[in-house]
């Protein structure tokens, strides 16, 4: 077996379960704030997609990308929380 | 042999990302599943993309995958405390067979900052109804970690 069969038949799916189990509790979530860490989980898997989609094709510019995304899976966390505690603060003022 | 290090490195990586996720789906609190969010999955990602940086041996893929790798690094814990305290303030609850909420009854509901610790207001009398300003929660916040 080799390097590409093993990334291919074996850690492709497992990531894929893993990304359709965060996707179970994007779902399911309670609360808003379980919803949004599950968006931060999904993208920081996506990381890892792409880690070892860019072994699979050769191809080292897909890194490019998930260095992109990092800094957008941060900055949507923050953004997300800093709007959650404004919502609050306005709700109690009225 | 350099592959067998990729395929141990990429197989353990997707292992803690597999088990985070498990854990997203089944732990019963918010608070627990933002600790498996910052620490299993940014450690899977970072073994992931270092077999990247080992299959490829390249300097600037390298320097690539250690550019983002500390970005992650740095950007995890305070994504997951910034979210974890928006959340305390919005009134999710613990889990019912948690044992110690520290926060419990310490911060003022309108405003939403801390209070201050008994020492740290006799020492410094002024700087007690500073609590209107947008900027004291932060301030009150990273004193409180430290």
Redesign the interface.
């Known amino acids: 077996m080799s ?1 590409y069969e ?2 291919n038949y ?2 492709m799916p ?2 894929s ?3 359709f ?2 996707f ?2 994007l779902l399911i979530g309670p ?1 808003i ?2 919803r ?3 968006l ?2 999904i993208i ?2 996506g ?2 997609i792409i ?2 989609y ?2 699979m094709t050769n191809q ?1 510019t897909y ?2 990308i ?2 992109i995304l ?2 957008i ?2 900055l949507g ?2 953004a ?3 709007f ?2 404004k ?3 306005t709700r ?1 003022d009225d | 042999m350099t592959e067998w290090i990729i395929i141990f490195l990429s197989t353990v990586g997707t292992l803690f990302i597999f088990l985070a996720a498990v854990g997203l789906v089944r732990m019963p609190d918010f608070y627990l599943r933002v600790s498996v969010t910052t620490k299993a999955v940014t450690l899977g990602v970072g073994l992931v993309l270092v077999s990247a940086a080992i299959y490829f041996n390249d300097i600037s893929v390298t320097s690539r995958v250690t550019a983002i790798i500390l970005f992650l690094f740095l950007t995890a814990p305070v994504a997951a405390h910034v979210i974890t305290r928006a959340a305390y303030f919005t009134g999710t609850k613990l889990w019912k067979r948690s044992i110690i909420d520290d926060l419990k009854g310490r911060y003022e509901d309108k405003t939403i900052s801390l209070e201050e610790e008994e020492d740290v207001s006799e020492s410094s009398p002024s700087s007690k109804n500073n609590s209107t300003t947008q900027e004291s929660p932060s301030e009150q916040d990273s004193s409180e970690d430290s």
Request: hydrophobic share 60%.
């Open positions: 390097l093993y990334l074996i850690i497992i990531l379960v893993s990304l189990l965060i179970v509790r609360e704030v379980d949004v860490i599950a931060d989980l920081t898997c990381l890892g880690a070892v860019s072994i080292p890194l490019d998930a260095m990092a800094l899976a941060f966390t923050v997300f929380s800093y959650l505690i919502q609050k603060k109690e």
